[in-house]
């Protein structure tokens, strides 16, 4: 990492996230529950400031921790969804041709003056997320997320990785652009593969576990209106007896917010056998799952007790 | 994960001698991690000055580890090394652990003691964990790896014996030739574009106009980008289980073959699942191996076909490394677990994968039928099924990898 990377936070940073314990009462105001790990892997990417590698199941929340970090920053949050063969083009710029033809072609019906500068100026650059991080003019550092980068390829991931330690990106006819703010970079995985060395050296990693029923509940209730009372907790109770089942695509968090908002959209504000068989669509989405849950039976998940 | 008591550090400790210290104990057990994490982590212990044992873990953990795998030894070091240290009178902490931070340049113990005392390992003979490499077992691996290193010499008629009939010599020659099989997968369509002059491929709009642009007139000439081909993912699953030991040892070598020849992904299995791919990767063989005996601690256990499977698939294969990928078991077949379950995992894994082709050195026994069991469960979802058990056999293992989705029998009858 270049030496930029290692003179800490900026001041305006520093006092807004000034220790873990206010990062998380920050990330809470905009109703993302982060646990003291989480917190700590996030504030030390905002501090330090180093890229962060955040793993998880999916529906863990990976995603969602970009987003509320660019809430508590109050910055813009610009996000690359990775995929197999992505490249510079669809990564960091490209120029507009279509654009540009049709400039010269209504400078020559408009008989105007048009120079080559003209047709290679900011109008016409097509700025992806890359680039766009870089050139956010402050006042703080905008968060970038990177989402799963293991589906794109290593050189990708290599040249992301060059163009994200130097914070600059040359564009022949243009220049150098350079970051005032280097932003905070969060990278996800879903671990297809292994990410490459030089990756991993560079980041710091958190793993997000899966929550426990009480936090589920509480994640629930934040996200969902009108979702206050028992029915988050015995949603949440729920979903984490099915999750000790051994299912194909156990339901995350992200099947139990959705799976509130359908009930209480149904109007239902008390769980029981007949409303978790009306909407098992909400949770179970695999055929073989939904036998295995069927077997055991809607009562049995929302059986009396944790048992 | 150990007890958050709240304990403090001493106020003699230093941070950078703390990371310092930690980072070496972790080499020592193993976790590769670089001086510049050390440096790294004395920067974040000054932004998160370490009052109790709760940020103090997080912090290290956040900045040392780089993956899943390594939690558990980094529990386990984390434990032993502050630990002792934060309380010097606790006897818990394992006699040849590091003794203090910092401490003077010791050598390398080959298995890391450490670990086997540390609070987190498991005993030996426990079910499967819940994730694959979280134990370690250290003499069992040793004495694995002493077998697997044996070393010697060469000949012809090597080719057409059975593994299981070599000598320990043989074994290492056939090993080295084992190793020189190139593996190349069916092609899929990759979304990477090249230039093509063939007027059947797309238009390249944008390509064209570069290069007009370039020329300084209008589009005169045409360009196309046709989609790159690209090998398919290999995926080898091999059994190494006490009825397939004979075998393991030279199987070993196919997957380091195929890890570093064909960018293969390598796993075994018997009664849990361990990825190897990382452990084989390394070009020197016999570095290679012992670096996998040392990382997969169920050698010559049981066969949980099944549950295998399903580790596999759950943790691996549906996230997308088995999807349009060619998944190759090396397998007797031979399961404890029941067959309905192996064939439900492979009905599952065949929806994800684009072939599947099982390796059963049994069936190069005349006399062999596969009528029972697991092998019997799992062969309506292979796409082809070979023996594998000589050095003969295993050309037609690449000839498999390499068809088409037809499956060998087809193209016997049809050509």
Redesign the interface.
């Known amino acids: 990492m270049s030496n930029a990377a290692?003179s800490?936070a900026e001041r305006d940073v520093q006092q807004l996230v000034p220790?873990?314990p206010s990062l998380i009462a920050a990330l809470d105001d905009g109703d993302y529950l982060a646990d003291?790990?989480l917190a700590?892997?996030l504030?030390?990417a905002v501090?330090?400031p180093?890229p962060?590698?955040l793993?998880g199941e999916a529906g863990v929340g990976k995603t969602e921790a970009a987003k509320a970090l660019a809430r508590v920053l109050d910055t813009p949050l610009f996000r690359l969804q990775c995929?197999?063969?992505i490249?510079a083009g669809e990564a960091l710029y490209e120029w507009n041709?279509?654009r540009?033809?049709l400039g010269i072609r209504l400078a020559e019906v408009r008989d105007a003056a048009l120079n080559e500068s003209d047709l290679f100026g900011p109008q016409y650059l097509l700025r992806r997320p890359l680039l766009q991080a870089i050139e956010h003019p402050g006042p703080r550092p905008a968060v970038l997320l990177l989402d799963e980068i293991?589906?794109a390829d290593a050189e990708f991931e290599a040249f992301t990785f060059e163009l994200l330690a130097e914070a600059a990106v040359t564009i022949p006819e243009l220049g150098t652009i350079r970051a005032t703010h280097p932003p905070v970079v969060v990278l996800t995985s879903?671990?297809?593969?292994?990410l490459h060395d030089a990756l991993?050296?560079r980041?710091?990693?958190?793993?997000i576990d899966y929550p426990a029923p009480a936090r589920i509940a509480e994640i629930v209730r934040r996200r969902v209106p009108g979702s206050a009372g028992p029915l988050a907790q015995e949603a949440a109770s729920a979903i984490t007896k099915m999750r000790s089942l051994?299912m194909?695509k156990p339901p995350g968090i992200a099947e139990a917010i959705d799976w509130v908002s359908a009930l209480s959209v149904l109007g239902i504000t008390h769980l029981d056998a007949p409303t978790v068989e009306k909407t098992w669509g909400s949770i179970v989405k695999n055929r073989?799952d939904l036998e295995l849950v069927g077997a055991r039976g809607a009562a049995w998940l929302v059986g009396d007790g944790h048992g | 994960m150990a007890d958050f008591s709240a304990a403090i550090i001493p106020p003699g400790v230093e941070a950078a001698s703390l990371a310092a210290g930690l980072v070496t104990a972790l080499r020592r057990a193993g976790l590769s991690a670089s001086p510049d994490r050390a440096v790294r982590l004395a920067e974040a212990l000054r932004l998160i000055p370490p009052f109790a044992r709760e940020p103090l873990y997080w912090t290290c953990r956040v900045v040392l580890v780089s993956s899943r795998e390594q939690i558990s030894v980094f529990d386990a070091v984390f434990a032993a090394v502050f630990d002792a240290l934060i309380d010097p009178a606790d006897s818990r902490g394992p006699a040849k652990a590091p003794p203090a931070i910092g401490s003077g340049a010791r050598l390398r113990p080959s298995p890391p003691s450490g670990l086997t005392n540390a609070p987190n390992s498991l005993p030996k003979a426990s079910p499967p964990a819940l994730f694959p490499g979280r134990e370690r077992p250290e003499e069992e691996a040793g004495a694995e790896r002493a077998a697997i290193l044996a070393m010697a010499s060469t000949e012809e008629r090597l080719h057409e014996t059975s593994f299981a009939e070599l000598s320990a010599e043989e074994v290492a020659r056939v090993r080295q030739l084992v190793r020189e099989i190139a593996f190349s997968t069916p092609v899929r369509l990759s979304r990477r574009t090249r230039k093509s002059s063939h007027s059947s491929a797309r238009l390249d709009i944008r390509g064209t106009v570069r290069a007009a642009r370039r020329a300084g007139t209008d589009a005169t000439r045409l360009f196309y980008a046709h989609r790159s081909p690209r090998q398919r993912q290999l995926v080898l699953l091999c059994d190494v289980s006490a009825s397939m030991e004979p075998y393991t040892r030279v199987f070993l070598s196919l997957l380091q073959g195929a890890v570093t020849g064909a960018r293969a992904e390598a796993f075994v299995f018997s009664t849990r699942l361990t990825r190897l791919t990382r452990q084989l990767a390394v070009r020197n063989p016999d570095q290679a191996l012992a670096r996998a005996a040392a990382s997969a601690p169920d050698w010559a256990g049981g066969t949980q076909i099944a549950e295998s499977l399903r580790r596999f698939i759950d943790a691996h294969g549906r996230r997308g490394l088995a999807r349009g990928a060619v998944v190759v078991v090396l397998s007797d077949g031979w399961a404890q677990d029941d067959p309905e379950l192996v064939a439900a995992q492979m009905e599952r894994l065949k929806r994800l994968a684009y072939r599947i082709v099982w390796v059963n050195p049994r069936k190069a026994d005349a006399n062999y039928q596969p009528l029972v069991g697991g092998m019997a469960a799992a062969l309506p979802y292979c796409d082809a099924f070979v023996s594998g058990h000589s050095y003969a056999a295993l050309a037609e293992v690449a000839t498999a990898v390499r068809d088409g989705r037809r499956t060998t029998q087809e193209r016997q009858g049809t050509s």
Do not use: K, M, P
Request: aromatic share 10%; charged share 35%.
């Open positions: 290692r800490g220790d873990v003291v790990g700590t892997a504030f030390l501090r330090l180093q962060i590698l793993e995929y197999e063969g490249d041709h279509q540009q033809l293991d589906r879903n671990r297809t593969r292994d991993t050296r980041c710091l990693y958190h793993w051994d194909a073989d």
